[in-house]
């Protein structure tokens, strides 16, 4: 919730989206979600079951393979510009969550926490602001998550 906040409250351009497309709120979150790198690190490394080769690159039975989501939610292929955030872009899953067998059971409530938080966050502090630049917001360096340690906020 921190990461998307900050976004809103540094980006001009989806903050207003959120305030004048509230119906449109859930596709905002997912395109936020996309965008957000929200861990420093790129996953849980996995271990191959067979032999397969993916561009040109074999990699064996045993061998370890670690997924980025990060890389993936920034895919050229997949997303027209991906390293902008692009309010009214056409929902198209991201790992943000994971994929398949590995994709979080508590989406619902995932989505349902900022949607909520987002929506009320607009109704009550229609002038919210941050209070600080931007570049003053210290940033959790001790874990592999990314998030501000705090938010100061003004309205």
């Known amino acids: ?33 996309r965008y957000i790198p929200f861990r420093k690190g790129v996953g849980i490394p996995r271990v191959a079951l067979e032999d397969v080769e993916m561009d040109g690159v074999v990699i064996r039975r045993g061998d370890f393979v670690r997924v980025s989501y990060l890389a993936a939610n920034r895919d050229p292929e997949r997303y027209p510009d991906p390293h902008e955030i692009l309010p009214g872009r056409p929902v198209a899953p991201h790992m943000t969550f994971g994929w398949g067998g590995h ?23 229609p002038t919210l602001r941050l209070a600080v630049r931007p570049e003053e917001v210290r940033w959790d360096t001790e874990t592999i998550r990314r998030f501000p340690l705090e938010l100061p906020v003004a309205w």
């Open 1 to 33: 919730m921190s990461n998307i906040a900050y976004l809103l409250l540094t980006r001009p351009e989806p903050a207003e989206y959120a305030r004048e497309h509230r119906k449109d709120l859930t596709d905002l979150l997912h395109e936020l979600l």
């Open 103 to 125: 994709r979080c059971v508590a989406v619902p409530l995932a989505m349902a926490e900022p949607e909520v938080a987002v929506d009320r966050l607009l109704d009550r502090f």
